[in-house]
């Protein structure tokens, strides 16, 4: 018998948190649980918690399951951030929550989905009732594989950033995670805001790095190195923008062709001339 989504996210239930910054909150879900350390970690996207971390706030960590929760105070986490991919991995003692052990099965290492695989992800938008968990699905648009995201034709809202995103492995029928809600992308290119898609971050390039972590000691110092060469990393110059169409939706057809040509000048002057005669 087909797994269908509900299981799918009961499975992932025990994995799910929100997390709260004094600015507001998103949401994250378990990548790391060794049994043999005293170490756990939770992923989320970078903008959830980029000015908690810069500013050394603490970050509250609610499990959804059991409903406990833990203040994480900056001497009491280990944060790796990748600001270019929207990414960040917290790290902090197991025995502050009443963890599930192990850890969600992550989509195999140098695997790609391909367009048109259906995804679901979740997360805890700021429009339902705070600590509700919801559910979405979409499909794979594309996969831009040179900067590690897909595109997902569904909705992301506040709330969801840093949801994981899964999938059903036709051939085995496990749940598999792969990536990280970072943003909904709105088509906005008439000026007013329709349907887009959702940017989902792989974790796949991160798992063996975590995996590698001895102690939250070995964390801090591997946290510094990717601090630093992160902050070294040059972010490549942006394409010049495309020639686009009229944005003004106030425009008319008939009033963006005057504009673009230079004659609306000549309308508008002889209609401020119409009205001092009158």
């Given amino acids: 018998m087909a797994k269908n989504w509900h299981t799918a996210l009961n499975e992932l239930n025990p994995f799910i948190f929100r997390v709260l910054t004094p600015g507001g909150w998103g949401t994250g879900f378990q990548v790391l649980y060794p049994n043999d350390r005293d170490l756990c970690g939770i992923a989320t996207a970078y903008h959830v918690i980029d000015h908690a971390e810069e500013w050394e706030e603490p970050i509250k960590i609610v499990h959804h399951t059991s409903g406990k929760s833990a203040l994480l105070k900056e001497k009491d986490r280990v ?6 991919n929207d990414l960040a991995f917290i790290l902090f003692s197991k025995k502050l929550l009443p963890l ?10 140098q695997k790609v989905l391909k367009q048109g695989v259906e995804t679901g992800w979740c997360g805890f938008p700021h429009i339902a009732p705070q600590g509700e968990l919801c559910f979405f699905s979409g499909h794979i648009s594309a996969c831009l594989s040179s900067e590690d995201y897909y595109l997902v034709d569904g909705v992301a809202i506040n709330g969801v950033s840093g949801g994981p995103a899964f999938y059903i492995d036709a051939q085995t029928a496990e749940v598999k995670i792969c990536g990280v809600i970072s943003a909904y992308k709105p088509n ?5 805001a329709h349907p887009g ?4 971050c792989s974790v796949e390039p991160y798992q063996e790095m975590l995996k590698r972590l001895r102690s939250r000691e070995d964390a ?14 040059e972010v490549p110059p942006e394409s010049p923008p495309s020639e686009k169409p009229e944005s003004n939706p106030s425009l008319t057809t008939r009033q963006s062709r005057l504009k673009k040509s230079g004659k609306h000048k000549k309308v508008t002057q002889r209609s401020v001339k119409m009205k001092k005669r009158k």
């Fill in 79 to 84: 944060i790796f951030t990748y600001p270019l």
């Fill in 100 to 109: 599930e052990e192990g850890e969600p099965r992550l989509i195999d290492p």
């Fill in 188 to 192: 906005r290119i008439y000026g007013e």
């Fill in 197 to 200: 898609l959702s940017k989902v």
């Fill in 220 to 233: 801090k110092e591997k946290a510094k190195e990717e601090k630093e060469k992160q902050e070294n990393v």
